[in-house]
């Protein structure tokens, strides 16, 4: 999803490489959008729904670009929130919409060099959801699919199977959604000011 003038950092759930990717390129930008999937934490919020969270004007801008997006906190943390205890627990404790791996890492970073800084995120499974086994442990470093992970998880427990066809659906509506919504923020996804 790089443009001319945008630099693209993937987070993959690897906060140390992703923190060291945003310092070697947050010289000379003009701010850090945390764009991606996340978990919803707000019962209500939907895969393919719009969390916004950040700087104010820069937020309002996301809010009005994105159809449907709703402006709240995103709480950030270095691991998957995959069950639904969790995500209510979470809920509970910091009135956050929706919950990311990135965020929190990329707010920090923007923090440090004074940049503004926004979030964009689309929910990939409800707060009622509970990701299976094979999908706490599929994804890769780098943000993609761990096939032998997950195929090591489905011969383990194979009654996953349900559950994991649907976290699959729902996260290709999020996907989906994402490319959407890339499309709508423009060239400078709806830039600060």
Known sequence: MARPGVQVVAGGGDSARLQAELHRKAVGVAGILSIGIAGALAPGLRPGDWVVDGEPAWAARLEAALPGARRGGIVGQDRMAADSAEKAALHWATGALAVDMESHVAARVAGR?????????????????????????????????????????????????????????????????????????????????
């Open 113 to 193: 060099y004074g940049l503004p800084f926004a979030a964009a995120r689309v929910i990939s499974d409800g707060a009622d959801q509970s990701l299976p086994p094979a999908a706490r442990v599929g994804m890769r470093p780098d943000g993609g699919m761990d096939l032998p992970a997950v195929l090591l998880s489905l011969v383990r427990n194979p009654l996953q199977l349900p559950a994991l066809i649907r976290t699959g659906w729902e996260a290709e509506r999020a996907f989906r959604a994402l490319l959407r919504g890339h499309d709508r923020l423009g060239p400078g996804l709806a830039g600060p000011g």
